[in-house]
């Protein structure tokens, strides 16, 4: 995918010296990358592919386990655990969807509306990156705190006779994906910005114009040319919310009945040892989310946006 | 002529458009000073003007992308002032063309007939595309094309609806002398074609001179004068379209006598003549007017003769070539300098001879003296004074 935002650069068929200089320049800029990303990344992932299909070994102590080729894990796994893969894509797929709802207008007004106000554009840039200022785990636990039995959240809601006598928030889905969908809206925000804010404003009157309503002219004409911008927000609230694993933990936002992949694949790592398995879950969920991920990115047709 | 003006269904012509003392003011300046205009159904309309005097946000008003401080707009009879821009008879051609650059040339062409539920789109969007001769490009994108069939491209897109009135904002602006001339043609016949109503907005005076039935100029938010191109060149009424549209030898005088229908002007020292009928003013300060393709250049003086205005001698002071006529530049005690151009026949001034300059009583106008006004103040000219 983002490979082809690459291949029209010049592609080093020309054999004449200066290109030839120019292609060894780049090879020497990108080595630094190259060096970290094999390092950090394809050797780590190596040993986590070996991980993932290793046995214990016979009459070994818990957590000692030897190189195999031991396939079963996955399925052990899958049944295991499928249930808890199950929830983490529909609580991630909730939250994005909250969080584009709520991330739209939002980086409407501060791309569009606030243009002609830059100070206050960028006060309000400010105001949505605000929160990273925090620890995400702080805010979790005010949350937490917040949303909890005796907070006056429930308090009030209770009052009102909104919820029954004998409701809880924290614990539950709700409190999970709010968790979920409050921590990632900066990442939805931002990208959506950065497309709203180039948005030709000129193709809005073309589209009042021919005898579009504003309805109809957002989606025919808005929705499409901030594509990229939606993709790359829902891409990046998407991913990592389907990994989490604060949020659903006991100790944050959610309960045992809440887990997602991420709590299961940190208990199996760091409670039970059981690092093939832990191995083996890891690597269902970063192959579920590459198939997701390329078949949303393709559906939307914008793979040369990536 | 009644047209159809709900916004939903084809017009079958043109409809009037009616402006009346409308008025739109931001914090600090009004761009449009309570103007009315009529434009009668089915006419090619110019609004010329230098950048600045309001004639884009008056067309911006007639298509509801602005909404005006005060007065009415109707459109074939019908009050629209109330209605949002998507419910009006009306299509734009902008100057920046604004295609969706998400869709085919065709998507873009039938995207209005879309919206109002007409029935074979595609159809009637590639009998549009057909029109402008790019019906081979109709599953391009936009930046695929040259500026040329993008302006091209975007007037489909607005003939294609049939509205009762074509607004069109400096569309040929972008594009080079040579495509602009070939694309007022076909735009001039596409309008005699389709028999709507056009409003041209422009600040090219040829091109209001060339295209249009009608020009009215405007300045500082007000029409200063309307009428037909020639009407307007042959007998300005103000300083403003003297200047602004071609170029015009002005001096300033008192009204000293009037007899047989002629106004005598003094200059100074010097008597010029103008036809009262041709005259604004009929009494005191007074501005006199004559085009310089009007005068002619003698290298001895002329013989006086009735109903002919002879000035001189003065020394030619440049001589500059263009082809078809040479511009010179006369230095006339008194007058000043006066800019005349003659046809080339072969017979040229040098700088530094001395010449008589006369010209038809007849040509003269006369006009209200105003300040002169601030030539950069007209982007259009001061660029072509940093090309020249």
């Given at each position: 995918m983002a490979i082809g935002a690459f291949s029209h650069g010049p592609s080093g068929i020309t054999t004449d010296a200066p290109a030839q200089r120019s292609s060894r320049i780049a090879w020497l800029l990108l080595l630094p990358g190259i060096l970290y990303l094999v390092l950090f990344f394809i050797v780590p992932l190596f040993s986590l592919v070996m991980t993932s299909f290793q046995e214990m070994?016979?009459?070994?102590?818990?957590g000692e386990y030897q190189n195999a080729f031991r396939w079963e894990n996955y399925t052990e796994v899958l049944g295991m655990y499928g249930e808890h893969t199950l929830r983490s894509f529909l609580y991630a797929a909730t939250a994005t969807v909250i969080a584009l709802i709520i991330g739209y207008p939002l980086a409407y007004f501060i791309g569009v509306k606030l243009r002609r106000y830059p100070l206050l554009q960028s006060l309000a840039l400010v105001l949505v990156i605000a929160?990273?200022?925090?620890s995400f785990l702080l805010r979790t636990l005010a949350w937490k705190q917040i949303l909890a039995d005796e907070g006056f959240v429930i308090a009030t809601m209770k009052t009102l006779q909104l919820l029954p006598d004998d409701a809880h928030i924290t614990g539950t889905a709700i409190s999970v994906i709010f968790g979920l969908a409050y921590n990632f809206i900066p990442f939805m925000t931002l990208p959506l910005y950065t497309t709203l804010e180039r948005l030709d404003l000129r193709l809005i009157e073309a589209g009042s114009d021919l005898y579009a309503n504003p309805f109809t002219t957002f989606i025919k004409v808005t929705v499409p040319l901030t594509m990229p911008g939606i993709i790359s927000g829902t891409l990046l609230t998407f991913i990592p919310a389907a990994g989490d694993y604060v949020n659903a933990s006991a100790n944050f936002l959610g309960s045992t009945s809440t887990a997602m992949i991420g709590n299961v694949i940190e208990s199996n790592f760091l409670v039970l040892q059981n690092f093939p398995h832990a191995a083996s879950l890891s690597l269902i969920l970063m192959s579920v989310i590459l198939v997701l991920v390329s078949a949303y990115v393709k559906k939307s047709g914008t793979e040369d946006l990536l | 002529m009644v047209a159809e003006v709900s916004g939903r269904g084809f017009a079958q012509s043109g409809a009037d458009l009616e402006l009346v003392n409308v008025s739109k003011r931001y914090p600090g300046f009004t761009a449009v000073d309570d103007l009315s205009l009529t434009i009668p159904a089915g006419s090619f309309f110019a609004l010329l003007g230098p950048s600045g005097c309001g004639k884009t946000t008056t067309l911006r008003l007639i298509a509801g992308l602005e909404e005006p401080s005060a007065g009415t707009i109707l459109v074939g009879g019908k009050d629209i002032t109330a209605t949002k821009a998507y419910q009006r008879p009306v299509n734009t051609v902008f100057q920046s063309y604004?295609?969706?650059?998400?869709?085919t040339i065709l998507e873009n062409v039938a995207f209005g007939l879309k919206r109002r539920k007409i029935a074979d789109p595609i159809k009637l969007a590639t009998e549009a595309l057909e029109l402008v001769e790019l019906g081979h490009l109709a599953q391009r994108k936009p930046q695929q094309l040259s500026g040329g069939q993008q302006q091209r491209v975007a007037l489909a897109r607005a003939v294609v609806n049939r509205p009762a009135l074509l607004l069109l904002d400096e569309p040929l602006g972008a594009l080079d002398l040579k495509l602009r001339r070939q694309m007022q043609l076909e735009l001039k016949a596409i309008q005699s074609e389709v028999g709507l109503t056009f409003l041209h907005v422009t600040h090219d005076q040829e091109e209001a001179m060339t295209m249009a039935d009608t020009v009215a100029v405007m300045n500082k938010g007000k029409i200063e004068q309307m009428g037909a191109p020639a009407e307007l060149y042959e007998l300005p009424f103000t300083r403003f379209v003297a200047t602004f549209l071609g170029q015009s030898n002005l001096f300033d005088g008192v009204v000293t006598g009037q007899n047989d229908g002629t106004l005598t002007v003094a200059v100074g020292s010097e008597n010029l003549l103008v036809p009262s009928s041709r005259s604004q003013i009929s009494a005191g300060a007074i501005t006199v007017g004559v085009r310089p393709e009007k005068l002619e250049i003698h290298r001895e003086a002329p013989k006086a003769a009735a109903g002919r205005q002879i000035v001189g001698?003065?020394?030619?002071?440049d001589t500059s070539f263009a082809g078809v006529s040479t511009q010179y530049v006369v230095q006339v005690p008194v007058l000043g300098d006066i800019t005349v151009f003659e046809q080339n026949d072969g017979d040229i001034v040098g700088v530094g001879e001395q010449v008589w300059l006369s010209w038809s009583v007849d040509h003269a106008f006369g006009i209200p003296v105003e300040?002169?006004?601030?030539?950069?103040?007209l982007s259009t000219r001061a660029l072509a004074a940093t090309v020249k």
């Amino acid at each position: 995918m983002a490979i082809g935002a690459f291949s029209h650069g010049p592609s080093g068929i020309t054999t004449d010296a200066p290109a030839q200089r120019s292609s060894r320049i780049a090879w020497l800029l990108l080595l630094p990358g190259i060096l970290y990303l094999v390092l950090f990344f394809i050797v780590p992932l190596f040993s986590l592919v070996m991980t993932s299909f290793q046995e214990m070994v016979p009459g070994g102590f818990i957590g000692e386990y030897q190189n195999a080729f031991r396939w079963e894990n996955y399925t052990e796994v899958l049944g295991m655990y499928g249930e808890h893969t199950l929830r983490s894509f529909l609580y991630a797929a909730t939250a994005t969807v909250i969080a584009l709802i709520i991330g739209y207008p939002l980086a409407y007004f501060i791309g569009v509306k606030l243009r002609r106000y830059p100070l206050l554009q960028s006060l309000a840039l400010v105001l949505v990156i605000a929160p990273f200022f925090i620890s995400f785990l702080l805010r979790t636990l005010a949350w937490k705190q917040i949303l909890a039995d005796e907070g006056f959240v429930i308090a009030t809601m209770k009052t009102l006779q909104l919820l029954p006598d004998d409701a809880h928030i924290t614990g539950t889905a709700i409190s999970v994906i709010f968790g979920l969908a409050y921590n990632f809206i900066p990442f939805m925000t931002l990208p959506l910005y950065t497309t709203l804010e180039r948005l030709d404003l000129r193709l809005i009157e073309a589209g009042s114009d021919l005898y579009a309503n504003p309805f109809t002219t957002f989606i025919k004409v808005t929705v499409p040319l901030t594509m990229p911008g939606i993709i790359s927000g829902t891409l990046l609230t998407f991913i990592p919310a389907a990994g989490d694993y604060v949020n659903a933990s006991a100790n944050f936002l959610g309960s045992t009945s809440t887990a997602m992949i991420g709590n299961v694949i940190e208990s199996n790592f760091l409670v039970l040892q059981n690092f093939p398995h832990a191995a083996s879950l890891s690597l269902i969920l970063m192959s579920v989310i590459l198939v997701l991920v390329s078949a949303y990115v393709k559906k939307s047709g914008t793979e040369d946006l990536l | 002529m009644v047209a159809e003006v709900s916004g939903r269904g084809f017009a079958q012509s043109g409809a009037d458009l009616e402006l009346v003392n409308v008025s739109k003011r931001y914090p600090g300046f009004t761009a449009v000073d309570d103007l009315s205009l009529t434009i009668p159904a089915g006419s090619f309309f110019a609004l010329l003007g230098p950048s600045g005097c309001g004639k884009t946000t008056t067309l911006r008003l007639i298509a509801g992308l602005e909404e005006p401080s005060a007065g009415t707009i109707l459109v074939g009879g019908k009050d629209i002032t109330a209605t949002k821009a998507y419910q009006r008879p009306v299509n734009t051609v902008f100057q920046s063309y604004a295609l969706f650059p998400h869709m085919t040339i065709l998507e873009n062409v039938a995207f209005g007939l879309k919206r109002r539920k007409i029935a074979d789109p595609i159809k009637l969007a590639t009998e549009a595309l057909e029109l402008v001769e790019l019906g081979h490009l109709a599953q391009r994108k936009p930046q695929q094309l040259s500026g040329g069939q993008q302006q091209r491209v975007a007037l489909a897109r607005a003939v294609v609806n049939r509205p009762a009135l074509l607004l069109l904002d400096e569309p040929l602006g972008a594009l080079d002398l040579k495509l602009r001339r070939q694309m007022q043609l076909e735009l001039k016949a596409i309008q005699s074609e389709v028999g709507l109503t056009f409003l041209h907005v422009t600040h090219d005076q040829e091109e209001a001179m060339t295209m249009a039935d009608t020009v009215a100029v405007m300045n500082k938010g007000k029409i200063e004068q309307m009428g037909a191109p020639a009407e307007l060149y042959e007998l300005p009424f103000t300083r403003f379209v003297a200047t602004f549209l071609g170029q015009s030898n002005l001096f300033d005088g008192v009204v000293t006598g009037q007899n047989d229908g002629t106004l005598t002007v003094a200059v100074g020292s010097e008597n010029l003549l103008v036809p009262s009928s041709r005259s604004q003013i009929s009494a005191g300060a007074i501005t006199v007017g004559v085009r310089p393709e009007k005068l002619e250049i003698h290298r001895e003086a002329p013989k006086a003769a009735a109903g002919r205005q002879i000035v001189g001698p003065g020394t030619v002071s440049d001589t500059s070539f263009a082809g078809v006529s040479t511009q010179y530049v006369v230095q006339v005690p008194v007058l000043g300098d006066i800019t005349v151009f003659e046809q080339n026949d072969g017979d040229i001034v040098g700088v530094g001879e001395q010449v008589w300059l006369s010209w038809s009583v007849d040509h003269a106008f006369g006009i209200p003296v105003e300040e002169t006004f601030d030539e950069n103040d007209l982007s259009t000219r001061a660029l072509a004074a940093t090309v020249k």
